[in-house]
C-alpha cells in the first residue's frame, strides 16, 4: 500500500469514502452473516429443530472466545489508525505486532480451560434437555477451531486500518463460501449430522486464518510484521485492552445477555422458545448487515481525521454514516414487517416454530429504523480512544436494558415479555448514546 492511499481518509470527499470503506466490510459482513445464515438453515431442515437449538447455545460460547481477537483487533486498529494519522509507521508495526502474541497467547488459555469445564460452560448458556447431547459434539470440535478465528478476527480491522477493505472483505469472504460448500458435502451429501456441520465451521475458520496470515506477508501491507514486533510493550498492551476492552466487555455482555435469554426462553417456552430465537438471531446478523459494514467502515476514517486534528471532517464522516445507516434501516423494517412468515419459512417447515417466530420478529425490529444512532454513536468513542464512554454505550443496550428487562417483564407477561424487551431496550440505548454523540459533536465545534 502507498501512503498517499492512507492519506486519503483525510482528503477524499467523505461521502465517497465512506461508501468506499463500508461497502466491502458490509459485503464481507453480508457474507458472514448469510454463512450463518445458510448454516442455520441447513441444520433446520436436514437434521431437525433440536439443532437449531444446539447451535443457539454453542455459538454464543465460540463468539466470546473469537471476541478477544476482536477486541485486539479492533483496539489495536483505532490505535494504527491514529499512528499512521501522525504519520508514525513503526509505532504501528509495534502494535500489530504486540496484537499478534497477544491474541495468540490468551485464546489459547481459553481453549484450554473451555475443554476442561465443557459440560458446566454449556449448562450456564442453556444446554438443557434434549439439547444437550447436540450441543456438546458440537462445541467440542468448534473449540478446536476457536484460536484460529480468534486471529483472523484480530488481523481484519488493521486490514481496514490500512486502507485495505477489499482484502478484509475477502477475508471474510472467503471461509464463508468454504464454510456453505462444505456443509453441503458434510451435512447433505455424506451425513454427518452435527459433526458434519461443527467440521465444516472449524475448517472455515482455519482458512480465514491462512488468508489472513498471507495478507501480513504479501506485498500489499505496509505491516509486515518481524520478531522484534512481536516483543510485548507494556505501554501497547495497556492501550490495546483498554479500546478493545469495550468490544470485549460488549461481547461479554452478549454472551451474559444468551445465558439469561436461553434460561428464560427454556422456563417459558421450552426447547421450541430457543429454537424460535436461534432463527430470530440468524435474521438480526443477516438483515443488519448493511448497516454494520457502515459502522466498520467509517472507523477508520474518523480514528485517521481525529489524529490528524482534522475535526471538521471528522464531523462529517460520522454524520453522513448515520444519515445512510438510518435510511438502510428502514427500508429493512418495511421488509421484516411485510415478509416475516416467509422469512421463518426459509428456515424450517415445522409448524410450531412457523406458528411462534413470525411475530416474535415484527416486534424485535419494532426500533429498527433509530439502529444506526445507536451502533455508530457507540463505535465513533472505541475509534477516537474515549474509552469510558464506549464502554458505557457499548453496555447501555443489552447490559444496563436488555437484561434487566428480560428478567423482569416474563413475570407478568409470560413469553412475550421476552420479546417486548428488545424493542424496549433499542430505543433506551438509542436515546442515551444520541445524548452523549450530540454532546460531543457540539463540543468539537467549540474546539
Known sequence: MTKSKVEEFGTKPVGKLIIEQSVPAAIGILVMSLNMLVDTIFVGNWIGTTAIAAITVVLPIIFLISSVGMAIGIGGSSMISRALGSDNRKKALD????QIAMSFGISMILLTLGLIFRNDILFIFGAKGGIIQTAEGYYTILMFGSPFLALAMTGNPVIRAEGKPKFSMVAMILPAVANIILDTLLIYYYDFGMVGAAWATTLSYIISFAYTFWFFRSKYTRLRVNLKCIQLQF???????AIGGVTLARQGVVSAL??????????????L??????????????ALFPIQGITQGFMPIVGYNYGANNYERLQETVKKSILYGSMIALLIFIVIVIFPLEIVMIFTNDTN????TPNALRIIFAVTPLIAVQLIGSAYFQ??????PALLLTLTKQGFFLIPLILTLP???????????FPIADLL??????????KELNHKKRV
Open 429 to 438: 440505548s438509542t436515546l442515551v448514546t444520541g445524548v452523549y454523540l450530540r
Open 383 to 388: 475509534s477516537i480512544g474515549k474509552v469510558k
Open 273 to 286: 422458545s430457543i429454537a424460535v430465537y436461534g432463527i430470530i438471531s440468524r435474521v438480526l446478523s443477516f
Open 353 to 356: 416454530v412457523l406458528e411462534n
Open 411 to 421: 413475570i407478568y407477561f409470560g413469553l412475550i415479555g421476552v420479546w417486548i424487551a
Open 235 to 241: 505501554s501497547i498492551i495497556k492501550e490495546i485492552s
Open 95 to 98: 502494535i500489530c505486532g504486540n
Open 258 to 271: 444468551s445465558i439469561v435469554l436461553n434460561h428464560t426462553l427454556f422456563t417459558y417456552g421450552g426447547e
